[in-house]
């Protein structure tokens, strides 16, 4: 590898990436040819420096927080060829960083880059959009919508579940039909959550043993009559395996379809662009990326 771009975030974080990306740039330079950074300075950004730079790059490193590592996976996994990926995170809860034991500090991260260890990664697929982490609807969706930057910028992780403490009761139910080759469900919900990575939110609360490697998608179905037991669950921030008990229904899957009534608001990977019906698929190894110490902590 020679050649690197990175698609730069100045807008992410707390200006810890932005002043560290000059130093960045220094490390990178040690290992690689040629390194070109492009500033993003508007939503789409992001996703239009994969289009024209994707194919003339050996190495294309998002530099910023969740949104813009969407944006533009979003981007490069349609592609045909595509370059390595990479993340340096900058953002608040930087979840796929985190999953794949990525440095927080963004001097750290870079020097992990700089180990060049690759992994081909599962990426999660709808026919609207594609995802690293999570796709969800109903309790999931109304929670991100209700942090505002300001809460998100100072609580970090622990805004969305204390916005999940202060929503939990208010949740409207809606007729969810789900089905996948091995199981279907039609009936009230209050949140599906379709997982591919653990993290959400910083922490790992709803899928703590899953892999994003295993070609498979983690399914989490909470009907209505599981509320109290939901939010339990999520004090203690979770528990290591998941039953089929208490109106919570946990599986795994290739491939699944959803439909609601009334229709739902899409939230994925903390971004809601679309509404159901929609239908869920994982690309096992869809995407190469540079890891730090992912092997170590899965183990």
Same mark, same amino acid.
């Not at 992990?112 to 999931?140: A, P, R």
């Not at 379709?194 to 994003?212: C, E, K, L, M, Y």
């Given at each position: 590898?020679?050649?690197?771009?990175?698609?730069?975030?100045?807008?992410?974080?707390?200006?810890?990436?932005?002043?560290?990306?000059?130093?960045?740039?220094?490390? =990178? %330079?040690?290992?690689?040819?040629?390194?070109?950074?492009?500033?993003?300075?508007?939503?789409?950004?992001?996703?239009?420096?994969?289009?024209?730079?994707?194919?003339?790059?050996?190495? =294309?490193?998002?530099?910023?927080?969740?949104?813009?590592?969407?944006?533009?996976?979003?981007? %490069?996994?349609?592609?045909?060829?595509?370059?390595?990926?990479?993340?340096?995170?900058?953002?608040?809860? #930087?979840?796929?960083?985190?999953?794949?034991?990525?440095?927080?500090?963004?001097?750290?991260?870079?020097?992990?880059?700089?180990?060049?260890?690759?992994?081909?990664?599962?990426?999660?697929?709808?026919?609207?959009?594609?995802? *690293? #982490?999570? $796709?969800?609807?109903?309790?999931?969706?109304?929670?991100?919508?209700?942090?505002?930057?300001?809460?998100?910028?100072?609580?970090?992780?622990?805004?969305?579940? *204390?916005?999940?403490?202060?929503?939990?009761?208010?949740?409207?139910?809606?007729?969810?039909?789900?089905?996948?080759?091995?199981?279907?469900?039609?009936?009230?919900?209050?949140?599906?959550?379709?997982?591919?990575?653990?993290?959400?939110?910083?922490?790992?609360?709803?899928?703590?043993?899953?892999?994003?490697?295993?070609? %498979?998608?983690?399914?989490?179905?909470?009907?209505?009559?599981? %509320?109290?037991?939901? $939010?339990?669950?999520?004090?203690?921030?979770?528990?290591?395996?998941?039953?089929?008990? #208490?109106?919570?229904?946990?599986?795994?899957?290739?491939?699944?379809?959803?439909?609601?009534?009334?229709?739902?608001?899409?939230?994925?990977?903390?971004?809601?662009?679309?509404?159901?019906?929609?239908?869920?698929?994982?690309?096992?190894?869809?995407?190469?990326? =540079?890891?730090?110490?992912?092997?170590?902590?899965?183990?």
């Amino acid at each position: 590898m020679e050649r690197v771009a990175i698609i730069f975030n100045p807008n992410a974080g707390k200006d810890k990436l932005k002043q560290s990306i000059g130093t960045i740039v220094q490390k =990178l %330079l040690q290992s690689y040819r040629e390194v070109t950074i492009y500033q993003t300075e508007k939503p789409g950004d992001g996703a239009d420096y994969v289009d024209k730079i994707a194919e003339n790059v050996d190495l =294309l490193i998002a530099a910023g927080g969740d949104g813009t590592v969407n944006e533009i996976i979003n981007a %490069l996994c349609a592609l045909q060829n595509r370059p390595i990926f990479a993340i340096i995170p900058g953002g608040t809860s #930087n979840d796929f960083s985190r999953e794949i034991g990525i440095s927080q500090n963004p001097l750290k991260a870079t020097d992990q880059l700089l180990e060049q260890k690759v992994e081909s990664v599962d990426v999660g697929k709808t026919n609207q959009q594609y995802f *690293l #982490n999570f $796709w969800g609807i109903g309790l999931i969706t109304e929670v991100s919508s209700a942090v505002d930057s300001d809460s998100k910028a100072t609580l970090g992780r622990m805004a969305y579940y *204390l916005r999940t403490a202060q929503t939990v009761s208010d949740v409207d139910p809606f007729h969810l039909q789900v089905e996948s080759e091995d199981y279907q469900f039609n009936g009230e919900s209050v949140m599906l959550i379709v997982g591919n990575g653990t993290f959400t939110g910083g922490i790992q609360p709803f899928f703590p043993n899953g892999d994003v490697q295993d070609g %498979l998608l983690d399914v989490l179905l909470i009907k209505e009559t599981s %509320l109290q037991t939901f $939010w339990s669950m999520i004090q203690s921030k979770m528990t290591p395996e998941i039953s089929n008990e #208490n109106g919570m229904i946990y599986f795994q899957t290739k491939r699944l379809s959803v439909s609601a009534n009334p229709t739902q608001e899409i939230d994925c990977d903390g971004e809601s662009h679309y509404s159901t019906p929609t239908t869920i698929s994982i690309l096992p190894g869809h995407l190469r990326m =540079l890891v730090g110490e992912y092997k170590t902590t899965k183990e």
